[in-house]
């Protein structure tokens, strides 16, 4: 079966633009997650569905950041007034309940010029 | 706090060599800890997990609380090995969320 997508594979932007960043879960993964992975660096947590409610969005950096994820399937990472500093890959897993293995999607690169 | 070390960004051993990625970590709770594998231009995966307890490719990885440590071993590296590593934690109890370290690039020479 499919894994997990991520599109688009590629996105350049503008400072201070909004964008959208799509996931598609496995099909009947209740749980989603989002991470970022800066380079050089190891992914580092943003936020966790389980099923359409965010559980836990401790690490989203601020309030420029915002994820849905409103039928429990797709989720969006929303991103308002794109800065430099969000110049990353985004990546998206999901996993059949909790606890359980977490499969991760291609990510999303994101630059902001 | 929990936090994630590997102190090697980069790691390089002949095909054949024994090979050892280390992997810190400080949890004040018990931890699930995990290995994950990127290869070029693939998705990360995960490798093994300490609870599993089970050799996978070759690679072995035993979790020792005295010394906080989750180091990734395999006796003899073999080309295909190359990739990056990550070593990874979970809280119990403390969400579902994973904390990475910042990777180990493993290069395995002919």
């Known amino acids: 079966g499919a894994g997990v997508s991520q599109t688009p594979s590629n996105k350049v932007t503008e400072k201070g633009k909004y964008v959208e960043l799509r996931c598609d879960p496995i099909?009947?993964?209740?749980?989603l997650y989002w991470y970022r992975q800066s380079l050089g660096q190891g992914p580092e947590f943003l936020i966790y569905?389980?099923?359409?409610?965010?559980?836990?969005d401790s690490g989203l950096p601020n309030d420029r950041f915002f994820a849905v994820r409103p039928e429990g399937s797709v989720s969006t990472l929303k991103i308002q007034r794109t800065e430099r500093g969000d110049s990353a890959v985004y990546l998206c897993?999901?996993?059949?309940?909790?606890?359980?293995?977490?499969?991760f999607g291609p990510g999303t690169r994101l630059t902001v010029l | 706090a929990q936090r994630v070390t590997q102190p090697e960004k980069l790691l390089s051993v002949f095909k054949g060599a024994p090979v050892e990625l280390k992997c810190n970590y400080s949890?004040?709770?018990?931890?699930?800890l995990f290995w994950y594998v990127q290869y070029s231009r693939q998705r990360l995966q995960l490798l093994l997990r300490?609870?599993s307890r089970e050799s996978i490719k070759g690679f072995t990885a035993d979790l020792n609380k005295g010394e906080t440590s989750f180091h990734l071993k395999k006796p003899f590296a073999q080309e295909e090995d190359s990739a990056m590593y990550y070593c990874?934690?979970?809280?119990?109890?403390?969400?579902?969320?994973?904390?990475f370290g910042g990777g180990t690039r493993l290069m395995v020479k002919p």
């Open positions: 897993a999901s996993s059949p309940g909790v606890p359980n293995e977490q499969f």
């Open positions: 099909s009947g993964h209740t749980a």
């Open positions: 569905f389980q099923g359409t409610g965010a559980a836990d």
């Open positions: 949890y004040s709770g018990s931890p699930e």
């Open positions: 300490h609870i």
């Open positions: 990874a934690l979970r809280g119990v109890g403390a969400g579902n969320m994973l904390t």
